[in-house]
Every structure is written in C-alpha cells, then in structure tokens.
C-alpha cells in the first residue's frame, strides 16, 4: 500500500503547468489513455456529462491558439484534449475533475501538460465551433499535452502546515 501511495504521491509533486514542447508526436494509443483517465473522474450523480476531443492536426492546433487568451503554446503542443460537458448542474466540477485526470496521467506518462481555462471564457462559443460540439456543451477546457523542451520545474508550493487546519479554521 504504502509503495503504490509513494508512487501516486510522485506523479502528484512533479506535475507542473508545461508551457514549451519538442517537435514529438504523441499516438492515438497514449491520448486514448489519458482520455480514458478523464472519462474515470468522479461525476456528480454519476451523470458523466463530458465529451473529449483530441486534436492533433497543427492547423487546428494554431487556430486554438489564436483562440485561447494565454494559450499561444498550445500551436507548439503535440495534441490537445479539449473537455466538454453537457449543461448540467454540476457540469463544471465534473469537468474539472476530468481535467486534471488528464494532467496527472500525462504526468505519469512522462508528458507536459496544461490546463487552459475554458467555461466562462469570451473564446469558448468559438472554440466550440471549430471543433463542431453539438449545441448545449459547454467548454471546460484546453488541455496542451507534449513532450517537454525541458525539465520541468516546479513550483513552491506553500507547506502543509500553512494550509492544514484541524476542526476548525
């Protein structure tokens, strides 16, 4: 138990918002997994509501990128896995809980990732469109999966200590 906690608890501190990608593919196989991970979320009600796109050809790529405020990256990236959800009343939380299901698996693939804001955004009817979703989805995210340029570095996170609080604030 303790081995495998160990091993989750790795892919938990190394994943980081990867912004830079080598000129790599990524394979139908590897994206099917890390979509496979987001389909696994917890869903509330188990309503299940999302649908995943993955895109790989470089001119849909850049035209996300043109898209997406703070997302001209995603024209470098291998793929992206777009996350959709069906208005329901908790789409949102299910969504993000698919979301970063996929971050983390892209991280224990050994694969950079990040997270682009969808729902809320004054892009999310375009992106919509371009990537034909049927009315009543709603954009949750864009997520840039590649190899990294480089190390990925990590963030410092506060500690523990300042963010734990035991039966009361």
């Known amino acids: 138990m303790d081995k495998l906690f160990m091993e989750f608890k790795e892919v938990l501190c190394a994943r980081a918002s990867v912004r830079e990608y080598a000129d790599e593919k990524i394979s139908r ?3 099917e997994r890390l979509v496979d991970a987001g389909r ?3 869903s509330a009600r188990a309503v299940e509501p ?3 796109v993955a895109v790989t050809d470089k001119e849909i790529l850049r035209q996300l990128a043109g898209l997406a405020a703070n997302g001209a990256f995603v024209a470098a990236a291998a793929a992206a896995i777009v996350v959709f959800c069906r208005e329901t009343k908790y789409y949102l939380e299910d969504g993000c809980a698919a979301t970063e299901n996929i971050l983390l698996a892209a991280t224990s693939a050994g694969l950079g990732a990040c997270w682009i804001a969808g729902d809320k955004k004054e892009y999310a009817q375009k992106v919509t469109a371009l990537l034909g979703a049927p009315a009543g989805m709603k954009l949750i995210s864009i997520i840039s999966v590649g190899v990294p340029v480089q190390n990925i570095k ?3 996170r506060r500690s523990l200590e300042q963010v734990f609080h035991w039966e009361i604030f």
């Open 154 to 156: 990590q963030v410092k």
């Open 50 to 52: 999302w649908e995943f």
């Open 40 to 42: 696994r979320a917890p």
């Open 29 to 31: 196989e590897v994206l």
